[in-house]
C-alpha cells in the first residue's frame, strides 16, 4: 500500500484489547472467532495484487461486567480510513431516503433554532449534512477519509477531515461556534476511545447541547445471525444498556431511543446533559427488551457462535452444489460486510466469477483476501451469471429491482443471511 504507517509512528498496526472500552474492566470473555481476515475496506488495484496482503485477528469479546460486545484487536484507524476509503453514502437511494427521514425525526425532537449549528461526525460525502441544510440549519462535518472529505467539500458542506476528539472540537469551535446538535451515523461503533468523544462534545456543545448517534442494533445482530456485520471497523457492537451505563460519568444520560429498519435494524440514541430533558419512556422500554433477550449472556453469545458456523456450513452447501452443476455464481454488491462473509467462508475467485457494484470507488479493484474482480452489474449479463450472490442483503429489494434484465433471463439469487436461500 502507498501509506507507509510504520515511518510514521512507532505504535503497532494492531493491538489486544485487555479491558472494556467503556467501563474499563479486564472482565471480558471470548465467544465468536471468525478467523483473520484482511481490513473489509481495502479493495485492491490490479497492481496491489501482488503486494504482501495483511490480515487481522476477528474475534468478539463480551464485558461480562457492563455488557458490551467488542473485538479482540483493535487495528490502527489510519490502516482502515486514510488509504482509498472506498464507501460514499450517497451511493444508494435506500439510503438517500433514510438520511431525509432521520434529519426531519431529530429536528421534530430537538427543534433546533434556525442558527443553530449541526455537526455530524463521520459525515462521509455529507449526505446526511445536506438534509439538515434543507431544514434550514447551518452545518459542518469532520471526517478522517481525505478522498471523502474532498468529496463533501466539493459540495459545499464545510468538513474536516480528521479523526473526531478534543484537538480537532477544538478547531471545530474555532471555524463555527458551538455546536447544537452533534450527530454520528454508523461511526461510534467504530471508535475506540469513547471516552474522547464525550470530552469534544462537552467542548463544543452548552448543558443544552445534544449527541445522537445512530448505529445496528446488536440484538437485531444476534436475532437475525447478521454476523457479517463484524469487521475491523466496527469495534463494538451496541446495545443501550451499555451505553446507558457508560455516558453517566460525564454528567449525561440517555433521554430517548428510535428504531429504524436501516442496516439490518438500527436505534438511534439521544444523549444530553444530566436533568436537561424528560426521559422518554423508549429508554426502559428498550433495557427491559435487552435483558428479555439475554444479549449480555455468555451462554446465549456461546449459542449464536454456533449458530454462525451452521450458517457458514449451509452457504457453502449451496455455493458447491451450484458449482457441481455448472452454474456460473457471481456476488452482488460488495459491502465491507460483504467481505466478512467471503473471508470468513472461504469464497474466493474460485468460487465466484465476478463481484458487482455501482459505486465508482470500488469497479475496477478486487476484493481483498479473496481477490474477486469488481465490476459494473451489467456484467452479470455479460458474463452470463446464474446464481448472484447478494451480499448488500439489507437493500435486496432495490438491488434486485436494478437487476429485474438478470432475474427475466433466468438469473437468481442467493440471500444468504439469516438462512441462506434461492430466490
Known amino acids: 500500500m502507498e501509506i507507509d504507517l510504520e515511518r510514521q509512528s512507532t505504535e503497532p ?24 481476515t484482511p481490513p473489509a475496506d481495502q479493495f485492491r488495484t490490479k497492481e496491489e495484487l501482488s503486494y504482501p496482503e495483511v490480515s487481522y485477528p476477528l474475534r468478539v469479546l463480551l464485558c461480562t461486567s457492563c455488557g458490551l460486545s467488542q473485538l479482540s484487536h483493535v487495528v490502527d484507524p489510519r490502516v482502515l480510513y486514510q488509504h482509498d476509503y472506498p464507501y460514499e453514502s450517497s451511493t444508494t437511494a435506500t439510503g438517500k431516503k433514510h438520511w431525509e427521514a432521520f434529519s426531519k425525526a431529530v429536528y421534530a425532537r430537538i427543534s433546533p433554532k434556525s442558527d443553530a449549528l449541526v455537526l455530524d461526525v463521520g459525515s462521509n460525502d455529507g449526505t446526511l449534512l445536506s438534509c439538515f441544510r434543507e431544514l434550514g440549519v447551518r452545518v459542518a ?16 458542506i464545510p468538513t474536516l477531515c480528521a479523526f473526531y476528539g478534543p ?12 455546536a447544537d446538535v452533534i450527530v454520528g451515523t454508523n461511526v461510534f461503533a467504530h471508535i475506540d476511545d469513547l471516552d474522547s468523544v464525550f470530552e469534544a462534545c462537552k467542548i463544543l456543545f452548552d448543558e443544552h447541547g445534544v449527541f445522537i448517534f445512530e448505529s445496528p442494533h446488536f440484538g437485531n445482530l444476534i436475532k437475525n445471525l447478521e454476523y457479517d456485520t463484524i469487521y475491523h471497523e466496527h469495534l463494538s457492537y ?91 455464481i457471481a456476488a452482488v454488491s460488495a459491502p465491507a460486510k460483504g467481505m466478512t462473509l467471503l473471508n470468513y467462508c472461504g ?59 438478470f432475474t427475466k433471463k433466468g438469473g437468481k439469487f442467493i440471500i444468504p443471511i439469516p438462512k441462506p436461500k434461492i430466490v
Open 13 to 36: 498496526l494492531c493491538r489486544a484489547v485487555t479491558h472494556c472500552r467503556m467501563c474499563k474492566t479486564e472482565g471480558l470473555v471470548e465467544y465468536l472467532n471468525l478467523g483473520s
Open 238 to 328: 451496541l446495545s443501550l444498556t451499555p451505553v446507558e451505563k457508560f455516558v453517566k460519568k460525564f454528567g449525561m444520560e440517555v433521554f430517548a431511543v428510535e428504531e429504524a429498519e436501516i442496516h439490518g435494524g438500527s436505534f438511534r440514541v439521544y444523549i444530553g446533559m444530566k436533568g436537561q430533558r424528560p426521559i422518554d419512556k423508549s429508554v426502559a422500554e428498550m433495557l427491559a427488551r435487552e435483558k428479555e433477550e439475554k444479549l449480555h449472556d455468555i451462554n446465549a453469545m456461546k449459542e449464536f457462535a454456533k449458530r454462525v458456523e451452521g450458517n457458514r456450513r449451509e452457504l457453502m452447501e449451496v455455493i458447491e452444489k451450484a458449482l457441481h452443476e455448472g452454474k456460473r
Open 141 to 156: 462535518g469532520v471526517d478522517p477519509a481525505p478522498n471523502i472529505a474532498a468529496i463533501a467539500n466539493g459540495k459545499g
Open 167 to 178: 484537538a480537532a472540537a477544538k478547531e471545530i469551535l474555532t471555524l463555527h461556534g458551538k
Open 347 to 405: 469464497i474466493t475467485n474460485r468460487h465466484l466469477v465476478i463481484a458487482t457494484e455501482k459505486s465508482r470507488l470500488k469497479i475496477g479493484r478486487y476484493t481483498p483476501g479473496g481477490h474477486i474482480p469488481i465490476v459494473s452489474d451489467e456484467n452479470l449479463l455479460i458474463e452470463k451469471i446464474d446464481l448472484a450472490l447478494l451480499l448488500a442483503w439489507n437493500f435486496a429489494p432495490e438491488i434486485m429491482r436494478n437487476n429485474q434484465e
